[in-house]
């Protein structure tokens, strides 16, 4: 089974300022999709990027880019120029791509909290 | 722009009681799915479908039955409550099961069981 860990359960930072958040996940596949979902204080949960496994480019949306490390297994979210809509619960996300079917599994999420 | 729409949003419940939760989306989506939030965890799957007709078991099944008779709507219910089911539910679709494919969710049903 596959697991999905975020070591930082908060993380801060200051407005215009860059963070980076941190998964790791552990498979046995090579073909997958990750995700990053954000979920505000509304509870809706939005996705914000998403890479699969086979594409070798990090992928961007607008000021959040991911670093995917295949071999060491990592995914990490950065956060460029924060704002304060960015102040958010971030969960990452696995998916398998080698069955018909593939369950989404989340991490435990970090906590962002942008400060003025 | 509905999307995915749960009802009810907030409800509580005595220990003992049974409920319902709907879920309808208007997308035309072949897979929906129940998921539940607890407190320092990422959503876990209860159930899912694949189609109407058919429900499928997910991580954490136990306690819940679900039926998609109509291929818009997707129900989660509970016959006897639980304190442990006190949770926040997501119900969410996609329009087939390719791990690509975007999942959209709903807002959330948050489930108070006393």
């Known amino acids: 089974a596959q697991t999905v860990t975020q070591s930082q359960p908060e993380m801060s930072v200051q407005e215009a300022e860059t963070v980076t958040l941190s998964c790791t996940y552990d498979?046995?596949?090579?073909?997958?999709?990750l995700f990053w979902y954000k979920q505000p204080p509304s509870r809706q949960m939005i996705l914000v990027i998403r890479q699969e496994a086979y594409k070798q480019q990090n992928a961007t949306e607008n000021r959040f880019s991911v670093n995917f490390q295949k071999a060491a297994k990592s995914f990490s979210l950065k956060i460029s120029d924060s704002q304060l809509g960015d102040a958010a619960m971030y969960f990452c996300?696995?998916?398998?791509?080698?069955?018909?079917?593939?369950?989404?599994?989340f991490g435990a999420g970090t906590q962002v909290v942008v400060t003025p | 722009n509905a999307g995915v729409t749960q009802t009810p949003k907030f409800r509580v419940l005595k220990t003992g009681q049974s409920m319902t939760l709907l879920c309808a989306q208007d997308?035309?989506?072949?897979?929906m799915y129940w998921y539940r939030q607890d407190p320092g965890m990422g959503l876990r799957l209860i159930h899912y479908?694949?189609?109407?007709?058919?429900?499928a078991k997910g991580e954490v099944p136990d306690g819940y039955n679900v039926s998609r008779l109509k291929k818009q709507n997707f129900l989660l219910g509970l016959e006897s409550a639980a304190p442990s089911q006190t949770s926040v539910y997501f119900c969410?679709?996609?329009?087939?099961?390719?791990?690509?494919?975007?999942?959209?969710f709903g807002e959330g049903s948050w489930l108070t069981v006393v």
């Open positions: 479908s694949v189609g109407e007709g058919t429900t």
């Open positions: 498979t046995s596949e090579s073909d997958y999709y």
């Open positions: 996300a696995y998916r398998s791509a080698e069955h018909s079917w593939g369950k989404l599994q």
């Open positions: 969410a679709s996609s329009k087939t099961g390719t791990a690509g494919n975007t999942i959209y």
């Open positions: 997308m035309n989506h072949e897979y």
